[in-house]
């Protein structure tokens, strides 16, 4: 008989039940890294809290990024001083409240003749970026001169190199990120529901009090009743806007929200080995990224702006082009070409437009700090922001919502205390003091429990799911023979992943699994047509699939993965 897909332990018909049964305080559009955010600062504060996401969680901007939690350093030049100052300060904390998926790195910034920035520009604008984030002194900056940085990393082009920058940021799995912050607020109360797209709004009384929503599952519509409805859609928040338009019967607002296209390209360590993670300045003024992350190396971004699908943002061939001559023009003998990628992925970004006339603003010049907008039937939007402040961002949507509910609703005192010290869902057992210790350890424990399971595969499963990896394994199903055996030989994702990514993190689509409940899709999509198939045909099994859909299933996610052969 098939299964349900259950989140946190409950099918998904339990959640839906909790939905249509309760008023909540909060009802939040949208379950990428915005929405999760506020979400786990609502549920800490004792709100009634709901979550409704029209697709999977971390579907749009929020598995597409960069993957970085940092500051911004081209930010600096922006006089965006704010915006680094917050960003760069939350790099610790989250690096406290998750550390299996917030890992420091350093990066080397090399600068050559004729860039636009110079040696002493540089040196001073990372020692300022230290200075405003309160990084630790054994992460600040060090300044190299050309010498020493080939020392460092001999494979960089020699001709021009006048030394360069080294100094730290933090890389992590960013739909992980987002799928932790949102069982984190489960575990506060917050109700949770992934494919359950928003298609109106209840008003009442001249205020917004409600949504209804369909189930992607069943077909079936659904009202949700709260007393404050929070538009975090991302790259959608003015589709919500129109509903809200559509509801009321007034003329929508004009466009706040311009989307810039950025791309990334993932090659396979031994291909591009990096000893140091590097941020290179471009002849048109932005940085771009070459980051080793265990075994690939990726490269990104672009900044286009973008009209065309939001969900499934293409990745032209020009762009791609870009970034090819941007790691070779760096790394001469790696000569690179189109046929030694393993990834791609596309993603789009919101930026709110400053309304003084940047319609044809290059997106790299547009701000990236978030908006916050309330209408006048109470609906709150916010637009904007980055992955790095996302934490902050929620506090700043609180104010809004404390104010719009009655007096004494929340514990606010609460919520101030546990924002910055209460882990993420998985990292409560970690000491955040000896957490690489700690993976090192709990990886060598796993592996005595499960001869199959090679250390390689074990600190996968704890980079996945932190305090939470062994109870992977022990809850398999009894059926599952070998759960801590791979898929497929030499591919990180194993057997008893299947079932839990199913069962636990409400995984529907083939896509989920593969894009964003693992980074596979986005760094080795173009390797995994046996993957595909082998996975695929575990959730057909599970799930109840006919053939019909597991074909549509496995065309989709090759779509998503840019699967092109």
């Known amino acids: 008989?098939?299964?349900?897909?259950?989140?946190?332990?409950?099918?998904?018909?339990?959640?839906?039940?909790?939905?249509?049964?309760?008023?909540?305080?909060?009802?939040?559009?949208?379950?990428?890294?915005?929405?999760?955010?506020?979400?786990?600062?609502?549920?800490?504060?004792?709100?009634?809290?709901?979550?409704?996401?029209?697709?999977?969680?971390?579907?749009?901007?929020?598995?597409?990024?960069?993957?970085?939690?940092?500051?911004?350093?081209?930010?600096?030049?922006?006089?965006?001083?704010?915006?680094?100052?917050?960003?760069?300060?939350?790099?610790?904390?989250?690096?406290?409240?998750?550390?299996?998926?917030?890992?420091?790195?350093?990066f080397l910034l090399p600068i050559y003749k004729g860039m636009q920035h110079g040696l002493i520009a540089m040196s001073f604008a990372v020692w300022l970026y230290d200075r405003l984030a309160g990084v630790d002194r054994s992460e600040r900056?060090?300044?190299?001169?050309?010498?020493?940085?080939?020392?460092?990393?001999?494979?960089?082009?020699?001709?021009?190199?006048?030394?360069?920058?080294?100094?730290?940021?933090?890389?992590t799995d960013d739909a992980r990120l987002t799928l932790a912050t949102l069982q984190s607020a489960t575990e506060q109360g917050a109700v949770v529901l992934n494919a359950a797209k928003v298609e109106g709004l209840l008003t009442e009384q001249g205020k917004t009090c409600g949504v209804w929503a369909v189930d992607g599952v069943t077909g079936e519509s659904f009202l949700v009743r709260g007393q404050v409805v929070v538009n975090a859609a991302g790259p959608w928040i003015e589709d919500v806007l129109g509903l809200e338009a559509s509801e009321t019967r007034t003329a929508p607002s004009p466009s706040r929200v311009t989307h810039s296209r950025g791309i990334h390209l993932s090659f396979a360590a031994d291909r591009l080995p990096l000893p140091h993670a590097?941020?290179?300045?471009?002849?048109?003024?932005?940085?771009?990224?070459?980051?080793?992350?265990?075994?690939?190396?990726?490269?990104?971004?672009?900044?286009?702006?973008?009209?065309?699908?939001?969900?499934?943002?293409?990745?032209?061939?020009?762009?791609?082009?870009?970034?090819?001559d941007i790691a070779n023009g760096l790394l001469p003998d790696a000569q690179l070409t189109e046929s030694d990628i393993v990834g791609v992925w596309s993603g789009?970004?919101?930026?709110?437009?400053?309304?003084?006339?940047?319609?044809?603003?290059?997106?790299?010049?547009?701000?990236?700090?978030?908006?916050?907008?309330?209408?006048?039937?109470?609906?709150?939007?916010?637009?904007?922001?980055?992955?790095?402040?996302?934490?902050?961002?929620?506090?700043?949507?609180?104010?809004?919502?404390?104010?719009?509910?009655?007096?004494?609703?929340?514990?606010?005192?609460?919520?101030?205390?546990?924002?910055?010290?209460?882990?993420?869902?998985?990292a409560a057992a970690i000491p955040a003091t000896d957490s690489d210790g700690w993976l090192r350890r709990e990886a060598a424990r796993l592996c005595d429990l499960h001869p199959l399971l090679t250390e390689s595969n074990a600190l996968t499963l704890l980079y996945r799911y932190g305090d939470q990896a062994a109870s992977v394994l022990a809850s398999a199903p009894p059926d599952l023979e070998c759960p801590a055996a791979p898929i497929l030989p030499g591919i990180p994702l194993l057997e008893a992943e299947?079932?839990?990514?199913?069962?636990?993190?409400?995984?529907?689509?083939?896509?989920?699994?593969?894009?964003?409940?693992?980074?596979?899709?986005r760094f080795r999509g173009r390797e995994l047509s046996d993957l595909l198939n082998a996975v695929a045909d575990r959730m057909q099994r599970t799930l109840g699939w006919s053939d019909a859909k597991r074909a549509d299933e496995i065309a989709i996610c090759r779509r998503d993965c840019h699967l092109t052969y």
């Open 348 to 426: 789009v970004r919101p930026l709110v437009q400053s309304g003084k006339g940047n319609d044809g603003q290059d997106t790299k010049d547009v701000s990236r700090e978030d908006e916050i907008w309330v209408s006048e039937h109470g609906l709150i939007t916010i637009a904007g922001g980055k992955l790095t402040a996302y934490r902050k961002m929620a506090e700043r949507i609180l104010t809004h919502v404390r104010a719009a509910l009655p007096a004494g609703t929340g514990d606010w005192a609460r919520r101030e205390q546990l924002s910055h010290a209460l882990p993420l869902y998985g």
């Open 141 to 171: 900056r060090r300044v190299l001169n050309a010498k020493a940085l080939l020392a460092r990393h001999p494979d960089l082009a020699a001709s021009g190199l006048r030394g360069g920058v080294l100094y730290h940021e933090y890389v």
């Open 278 to 324: 590097l941020a290179v300045q471009t002849r048109d003024g932005r940085l771009v990224f070459l980051i080793p992350k265990r075994d690939v190396t990726y490269v990104g971004t672009t900044d286009k702006r973008y009209d065309g699908d939001l969900l499934h943002p293409t990745a032209p061939d020009d762009e791609i082009a870009y970034l090819l």
């Open 1 to 106: 008989m098939a299964q349900q897909s259950g989140w946190m332990g409950h099918p998904r018909s339990h959640w839906r039940a909790q939905l249509e049964q309760e008023t909540f305080d909060l009802i939040v559009i949208g379950g990428g890294i915005t929405g999760a955010g506020i979400a786990r600062e609502a549920s800490l504060a004792g709100l009634k809290t709901a979550v409704l996401e029209a697709s999977d969680f971390a579907s749009g901007t929020s598995s597409r990024s960069t993957k970085l939690i940092h500051g911004g350093l081209r930010y600096l030049a922006q006089g965006h001083v704010r915006l680094v100052r917050e960003a760069g300060s939350e790099r610790a904390v989250l690096r406290r409240l998750a550390p299996h998926l917030v890992e420091p790195k350093p």
């Open 498 to 521: 299947i079932p839990h990514m199913i069962g636990r993190e409400s995984a529907l689509r083939l896509v989920d699994l593969i894009a964003r409940r693992t980074e596979l899709g």
